[in-house]
T-cell receptor
Framework: AQKVTQAQTEISVVEKEDVTLDCVYE???????LFWYKQPPSGELVFLIR??????QNEISGRYSWNFQKSTSSFNFTITASQVVDSAVYFC?????????????FGTGTRLKVLA | EAQVTQNPRYLITVTGKKLTVTCSQN?????MSWYRQDPGLGLRQIYY???????DKGDVPEGYKVSRKEKRNFPLILESPSPNQTSLYFC?????????????FGPGTRLTVT
């Protein structure tokens, strides 16, 4: 089965705290891609990162970092020194070959609230 | 500017009144898709299209139709909307069906069916 699980429905932190959003996926594909998207209160979906299944190097972009571990099928997202502007719903997604076609499967999202 | 546009952005309608939500992209993308977003359920794929005249069902296609007569346009049609189709709808596109690239999303259409 192809599945993405974001077990944290909602997280609240105080500004400047670090926070990690969890993403666990299931797939039988050996080649697949993982994504994170941000949905701010304005509603649009903003692409954050893409990672392929052969690249397990962690990635850092400013205050954002991603930890990809194939051994645990996880692709977690950490925000360092969170800011109020980070308040949003964050979606993890998997792109894999499934039932004869490529499909994107999204998790249910994690709502992050950063309090001033 | 590279973008995916959707119209209308907001729509309130009544049960049974046919409606169309338009989607257009200017990036010459082959792959286009429609999703609905509901609280607690994330984004679920309704229909997708690999190229012109090639469409297929996603995970929740019941009550929806699509067409892909031109590469840039991918309208979503609700022939007889019902209240359970009240949702936030997103159109998305990406370069090729088998490419690893991310999807570009439209701004969303919030539909209310009373």
């Amino acid at each position: 089965a192809q599945k993405v699980t974001q077990a944290q429905t909602e997280i609240s932190v105080v500004e400047k705290e670090d926070v990690t959003l969890d993403c666990v996926y299931e797939t039988r594909d050996t080649t697949y891609y993982l994504f994170w998207y941000k949905q701010p209160p304005s509603g649009e979906l903003v692409f954050l990162i893409r990672r392929n299944s052969f690249d397990e190097q962690n990635e850092i972009s400013g205050r954002y970092s991603w930890n990809f571990q194939k051994s645990t099928s996880s692709f977690n997202f950490t925000i360092t020194a969170s800011q109020v502007v980070d308040s949003a719903v964050y979606f993890c997604a998997l792109r894999a070959f499934f039932s004869g076609t490529y499909k994107y499967i999204f998790g249910t999202g994690t709502r992050l609230k950063v309090l001033a | 500017e590279a973008q995916v546009t959707q119209n209308p952005r907001y729509l309130i309608t009544v049960t049974g009144k046919k409606l169309t939500v338009t989607c257009s992209q200017n990036m010459n993308h082959e792959y286009m898709s429609w999703y609905r977003q509901d609280p607690g359920l994330g984004l679920r794929q309704i229909y997708y299209s690999m190229n012109v005249e090639v469409t297929d069902k996603g995970d929740v296609p019941e009550g929806y139709k699509v067409s892909r007569k031109e590469k840039r346009n991918f309208p979503l049609i609700l022939e007889s909307p019902s209240p359970n189709q009240t949702s936030l709808y997103f159109c998305a596109s990406s370069l090729f069906p088998d490419s690893p690239y991310e999807q570009y999303f439209g701004p969303g259409t919030r539909l209310t069916v009373t």
